[in-house]
């Protein structure tokens, strides 16, 4: 009750009175809606009383067919069981029993998938034991009777079959009433229901007591046929008493609306006829028929006269009581209809006083409540113009009751109080976080709330706006903070402008080491290089843009000298190695540098592209570089971008075109080396080494590297029907860049596929400076490449670093020595470290090719060092496909002479 009490206390004027004016109504409303409830009851107990009905039809149904079909096969079976042959049962007995067996089994297949039908969509979700066996037999019974007109099975075998069927169909029908008078018992007063439920069991329990007097004459009349021995005349008497037993309880129970229908049964011809004939075997007029005398004399036609007789008379008399028991049954169904019927027109008028009786409610609510809620409404308005932010005070005139006048006069008070808060509340969402009104503190919670949200977010800016102007690992300025600092010193006239220097540090080694010591090594280091560079950068400002990237901004008015010895100074301190918690850490960096004179107008991103221009000419030098970014280096970099620029649409057009230099080895074996060229229309050739290079400054060298690919597989494929070239093999150079793309061995596999080229027939070579400073990444990639079946190359070979170390990681197949050993023979030195490096390569078993052959001393040199290949000038200069083609022969002729006058003693 108390929760109650704490409700009622907490609702609303409004729902207070709809809960007074809803209590008497309710009560009504719960009643009316009792009677809907229980009238839908009714609704669904007659439902299902109708289904039982019709189920219970189907099975009655299925007892008249089902004896029927017993009566035209036992006839056939016993004619058969008595010595007829199939084809003579019918004329001896002038009877065609086939075709009446057809006719039996189609009629009780239909009452079979009938009663099917009707149990599939029965309302009851319980399994039915009897009826679920009993259409479970229909195959058993079909192949049966199938099998008797070729003697396959005797009268014994049908009997036996029938009578299982007998059984399950009588406790079907058990099982039928049952539920039905469980239904009626559900509806309650129904006492037309009722008198027909138990005339149609009364009339169930007729029939059947009328089939087992049927089967008991027959076993009188004709002892001889029957399948056990029993004694017929008592059974006959058994039988017949209870029989009149069961026509005297449908007397007794017979239905008002179906006791016309009892007295046409018993008036009825077929009645009487059945009446006479069972007198006359009571009363002996009729005998039994014996078959067989003592002399085995066969009286076969007497037997058939007999069972014609006892048919006829029995089939009428069924026939008769199964229209009784289908009108019983119908009567059922029509009692219940009417229940359901009328139960319905009450559910429904249940319902309409139900929504009658809810709209009075909301009438009456509505009206009792309107007389309150009109002054309320005031209040509601005035609370909803102070939560909008309108809280000017009201002149409103109060009308109403008295008790809320005091609700209206807490109103204005709390008008003033907001009108501070909001005027404080405006001057925070502004920012103006410095006014003195700010200071004051409005007396209440909310205003000491608002006090302390201020300080908080005075505290907070400032942590943002730290945060947003520094780098959170070095806790130097980040790149914002640094154009933020750089814009302010550059604004204002040119000629007032202070001069100022930008230096960009890139750290050179840092990818290795964070890759190798892990991340948290790599922050370290980081934040050991701001350090250094605060020492160093006393009265300047420093700060990290990302990465491994600095800056330092000298705003002081410095001379070229002092600004290089500062850079100085950095570079030293810088390459000082790092102790760190993973052992010692070796960095360097590069500087570039860029100054605004006196005068002169840079913007803050003009002056970081001119940096990083610097920076990346200091860092193609080598580490410890520091640039100055001066006019020269300027139109460098613009002459470059110009240069990427042609070489784009050059791509694009398809002006470059390869040319191929012969590799000629001891046993007259050669490739060659495909080799780049580009000449603009009406203009010069461009050497190789500036437009590859211009290249290699940006990702252009990608697409230039798969453009030399493509072109290179395309030759080997028109070679492959050339009687000269048709086994050659292609050598192509790769960018360093490009090793060190995980897309390399897939756009490779591409282009072998597209031409239809043999991989062994591409060698790819790599620079060996190139591909140590993405050796971890290329050693994956070229590792793939081996895995396709394409060879590889080392070019430069001795021009790099831990080049043994190369040869273990990658199975290579070729070295190239670099032309400049070769060309300088005449140095002790260079000789020696040639020797070597060709050494190495036979020991390892690898071909090694000495490049840049040009005399015939050289010739002598490489070939008596162990060379396998040789390539220079000195045998031919790179040429289109088609000279190469048509000199090929008298080239590999040379160079075979040549190895065989050095290689003889």
């Given at each position: 009750?108390?929760?109650?009490?704490?409700?009622?206390?907490?609702?609303?004027?409004?729902?207070?009175?709809?809960?007074?004016?809803?209590?008497?109504?309710?009560?009504?409303?719960?009643?009316?809606?009792?009677?809907?409830?229980?009238?839908?009851?009714?609704?669904?107990?007659?439902?299902?009383?109708?289904?039982?009905?019709?189920?219970?039809?189907?099975?009655?149904?299925?007892?008249?067919?089902?004896?029927?079909?017993?009566?035209?096969?036992?006839?056939?079976?016993?004619?058969?069981?008595?010595?007829?042959?199939?084809?003579?049962?019918?004329?001896?007995?002038?009877?065609?029993?086939?075709?009446?067996?057809?006719?039996?089994?189609?009629?009780?297949?239909?009452?079979?998938?009938?009663l099917r039908q009707q149990r599939e969509i029965h309302h009851f979700d319980e399994p039915l034991p009897a009826i679920d066996g009993l259409i479970a037999m229909e195959t058993e019974i079909t192949q049966i009777m199938r099998r008797i007109?070729?003697?396959?099975?005797?009268?014994?075998?049908?009997?036996?079959?029938?009578?299982?069927?007998?059984?399950?169909?009588?406790?079907?029908?058990?099982?039928?009433?049952?539920?039905?008078?469980?239904?009626?018992?559900?509806?309650?007063?129904?006492?037309?229901?009722?008198?027909?439920?138990?005339?149609?069991?009364?009339?169930?329990?007729?029939?059947?007591?009328?089939?087992?007097?049927?089967?008991?004459?027959?076993?009188?009349?004709?002892?001889?046929?029957?399948?056990?021995?029993?004694?017929?005349?008592?059974?006959?008497?058994?039988?017949?008493?209870?029989?009149?037993?069961?026509?005297?309880?449908?007397?007794?129970?017979?239905?008002?609306?179906?006791?016309?229908?009892?007295?046409?049964?018993?008036?009825?011809?077929?009645?009487?006829?059945?009446?006479?004939?069972?007198?006359?075997?009571?009363?002996?007029?009729?005998?039994?028929?014996?078959?067989?005398?003592?002399?085995?004399?066969?009286?076969?036609?007497?037997?058939?006269?007999?069972?014609?007789?006892?048919?006829?008379?029995?089939?009428?008399?069924?026939?008769?009581?199964?229209?009784?028991?289908?009108?019983?049954?119908?009567?059922?169904?029509?009692?219940?209809?009417?229940?359901?019927?009328?139960?319905?027109?009450?559910?429904?008028?249940?319902?309409?006083?139900?929504?009658?009786?809810?709209?009075?409610?909301?009438?009456?609510?509505?009206?009792?409540?309107?007389?309150?809620?009109?002054?309320?409404?005031?209040?509601?308005?005035?609370?909803?113009?102070?939560?909008?932010?309108?809280?000017?005070?009201?002149?409103?005139?109060?009308?109403?009751?008295?008790?809320?006048?005091?609700?209206?006069?807490?109103?204005?008070?709390?008008?003033?109080?907001?009108?501070?808060?909001?005027?404080?509340?405006?001057?925070?969402?502004?920012?103006?976080?410095?006014?003195?009104?700010?200071?004051?503190?409005?007396?209440?919670?909310?205003?000491?709330?608002?006090?302390?949200?201020?300080?908080?977010?005075?505290?907070?800016?400032?942590?943002?706006?730290?945060?947003?102007?520094?780098?959170?690992?070095?806790?130097?300025?980040?790149?914002?903070?640094?154009?933020?600092?750089?814009?302010?010193?550059?604004?204002?006239?040119?000629?007032?402008?202070?001069?100022?220097?930008?230096?960009?540090?890139?750290?050179?080694?840092?990818?290795?080491?964070?890759?190798?010591?892990?991340?948290?090594?790599?922050?370290?280091?980081?934040?050991?290089?701001?350090?250094?560079?605060?020492?160093?950068?006393?009265?300047?400002?420093?700060?990290?843009?990302?990465?491994?990237?600095?800056?330092?901004?000298?705003?002081?008015?410095?001379?070229?000298?002092?600004?290089?010895?500062?850079?100085?100074?950095?570079?030293?301190?810088?390459?000082?190695?790092?102790?760190?918690?993973?052992?010692?850490?070796?960095?360097?960096?590069?500087?570039?540098?860029?100054?605004?004179?006196?005068?002169?107008?840079?913007?803050?991103?003009?002056?970081?592209?001119?940096?990083?221009?610097?920076?990346?000419?200091?860092?193609?030098?080598?580490?410890?570089?520091?640039?100055?970014?001066?006019?020269?280096?300027?139109?460098?970099?613009?002459?470059?971008?110009?240069?990427?620029?042609?070489?784009?649409?050059?791509?694009?057009?398809?002006?470059?075109?390869?040319?191929?230099?012969?590799?000629?080895?001891?046993?007259?074996?050669?490739?060659?080396?495909?080799?780049?060229?580009?000449?603009?229309?009406?203009?010069?050739?461009?050497?190789p080494d500036i437009f590859i290079a211009a290249a290699e400054k940006s990702d252009l060298i990608l697409d230039l590297d798969e453009w030399v690919l493509d072109r290179a597989c395309a030759q080997l494929a028109e070679w492959s029907t050339?009687?000269?070239?048709?086994?050659?093999?292609?050598?192509?150079?790769?960018?360093?860049?490009?090793?060190?793309?995980?897309?390399?061995?897939?756009?490779?596999?591409?282009?072998?596929?597209?031409?239809?080229?043999?991989?062994?027939?591409?060698?790819?070579?790599?620079?060996?400076?190139?591909?140590?400073?993405?050796?971890?990444?290329?050693?994956?990639?070229?590792?793939?490449?081996?895995?396709?079946?394409?060879?590889?190359?080392?070019?430069?070979?001795?021009?790099?670093?831990?080049?043994?170390?190369?040869?273990?990681?990658?199975?290579?197949?070729?070295?190239?020595?670099?032309?400049?050993?070769?060309?300088?023979?005449?140095?002790?030195?260079?000789?020696?470290?040639?020797?070597?490096?060709?050494?190495?390569?036979?020991?390892?078993?690898?071909?090694?090719?000495?490049?840049?052959?040009?005399?015939?001393?050289?010739?002598?040199?490489?070939?008596?060092?162990?060379?396998?290949?040789?390539?220079?000038?000195?045998?031919?200069?790179?040429?289109?496909?088609?000279?190469?083609?048509?000199?090929?022969?008298?080239?590999?002729?040379?160079?075979?002479?040549?190895?065989?006058?050095?290689?003889?003693?």
């Open positions: 009750m108390a929760p109650v009490f704490l409700w009622f206390r907490r609702t609303s004027i409004t729902t207070r009175l709809g809960a007074l004016l809803l209590i008497p109504i309710v009560g009504l409303s719960s009643l009316t809606v009792d009677r809907a409830i229980e009238r839908h009851h009714v609704v669904v107990v007659s439902r299902s009383i109708r289904e039982d009905a019709a189920l219970t039809a189907r099975l009655i149904d299925l007892s008249v067919d089902l004896d029927r079909e017993l009566d035209v096969a036992l006839g056939f079976a016993r004619a058969l069981d008595s010595g007829l042959s199939p084809a003579l049962v019918s004329p001896f007995l002038n009877y065609d029993l086939g075709s009446s067996l057809v006719e039996s089994q189609e009629s009780l297949g239909e009452s079979f998938g009938a007109p070729s003697g396959e099975n005797s009268a014994t075998e049908v009997e036996r079959v029938h009578r299982e069927a007998r059984a399950l169909l009588l406790q079907a029908l058990e099982i039928e009433i049952g539920d039905l008078w469980k239904s009626q018992a559900g509806i309650g007063d129904a006492v037309n229901l009722t008198a027909a439920i138990r005339t149609n069991e009364a009339a169930i329990d007729v029939v059947s007591a009328a089939r087992l007097e049927a089967i008991s004459i027959s076993a009188y009349l004709l002892p001889e046929i029957q399948s056990e021995a029993v004694d017929a005349e008592i059974e006959l008497a058994v039988v017949q008493s209870n029989l009149r037993y069961t026509l005297e309880v449908l007397k007794r129970d017979i239905a008002p609306s179906l006791t016309d229908e009892l007295t046409g049964l018993l008036s009825s011809e077929a009645w009487k006829d059945y009446e006479r004939f069972r007198d006359e075997v009571n009363g002996g007029s009729i005998q039994a028929v014996e078959l067989q005398d003592d002399d085995g004399n066969v009286n076969l036609a007497g037997g058939v006269a007999m069972a014609r007789l006892v048919h006829s008379t029995f089939s009428a008399r069924t026939e008769v009581l199964t229209d009784f028991q289908a009108a019983a049954n119908q009567q059922m169904v029509i009692e219940a209809g009417q229940i359901q019927a009328g139960a319905e027109a009450s559910r429904r008028t249940a319902l309409l006083l139900v929504l009658f009786s809810t709209i009075l409610t909301v009438i009456g609510a509505v009206a009792t409540i309107r007389s309150i809620l009109v002054p309320l409404s005031e209040l509601k308005d005035r609370a909803t113009r102070i939560s909008e932010g309108l809280i000017e005070p009201d002149d409103y005139e109060w009308v109403g009751p008295r008790d809320l006048d005091a609700v209206d006069g807490a109103f204005d008070d709390l008008t003033s109080s907001l009108g501070a808060v909001v005027r404080q509340a405006d001057l925070w969402a502004k920012g103006e976080l410095d006014n003195a009104e700010l200071n004051t503190t409005i007396a209440g919670p909310l205003g000491e709330s608002i006090h302390a949200s201020v300080e908080k977010l005075r505290q907070l800016t400032e942590r943002l706006e730290y945060q947003a102007n520094h780098d959170a690992l070095t806790r130097l300025p980040n790149r914002a903070a640094l154009l933020g600092h750089l814009e302010q010193n550059l604004t204002g006239s040119v000629d007032r402008r202070t001069p100022s220097t930008v230096m960009l540090l890139d750290l050179d080694g840092f990818k290795q080491a964070n890759d190798s010591y892990g991340h948290l090594v790599g922050d370290e280091v980081l934040c050991r290089v701001a350090d250094r560079l605060r020492a160093r950068t006393t009265g300047h400002v420093i700060g990290r843009l990302g990465g491994d990237e600095f800056m330092v901004i000298i705003d002081k008015a410095l001379d070229d000298e002092e600004v290089l010895l500062l850079g100085e100074a950095i570079l030293v301190s810088i390459s000082d190695p790092f102790v760190s918690s993973a052992g010692i850490v070796a960095l360097s960096t590069c500087i570039g540098v860029v100054t605004t004179g006196t005068g002169m107008w840079l913007s803050p991103s003009e002056m970081l592209q001119r940096a990083d221009v610097a920076l990346y000419e200091g860092k193609a030098q080598g580490p410890s570089s520091m640039i100055v970014f001066d006019q020269s280096l300027h139109d460098s970099v613009l002459n470059q971008a110009a240069l990427q620029s042609r070489l784009r649409i050059a791509l694009d057009r398809d002006e470059l075109e390869l040319h191929y230099q012969p590799i000629l080895g001891h046993n007259g074996a050669f490739d060659v080396e495909a080799l780049t060229r580009w000449r603009p229309a009406g203009e010069a050739p461009i050497p050339s009687r000269t070239m048709f086994n050659v093999s292609i050598s192509i150079n790769i960018s360093g860049r490009h090793v060190a793309n995980d897309q390399l061995p897939g756009r490779v596999a591409r282009a072998l596929e597209r031409h239809g080229i043999e991989p062994a027939r591409l060698l790819i070579e790599v620079t060996e400076t190139e591909l140590i400073p993405s050796i971890e990444q290329a050693v994956g990639v070229l590792s793939q490449l081996r895995g396709i079946g394409v060879r590889l190359a080392i070019d430069d070979f001795g021009t790099g670093y831990a080049s043994v170390a190369h040869l273990r990681r990658v199975q290579f197949d070729r070295i190239k020595i670099d032309g400049a050993f070769v060309s300088a023979l005449d140095d002790p030195t260079e000789r020696a470290i040639a020797s070597l490096l060709v050494s190495l390569g036979v020991d390892l078993e690898l071909e090694v090719v000495a490049e840049g052959v040009e005399t015939s001393e050289q010739v002598k040199w490489a070939i008596q060092a162990g060379c396998t290949e040789l390539q220079g000038y000195f045998f031919a200069r790179p040429m289109c496909a088609t000279e190469v083609e048509e000199a090929m022969p008298t080239i590999q002729a040379n160079a075979a002479g040549w190895f065989q006058a050095v290689s003889v003693p």
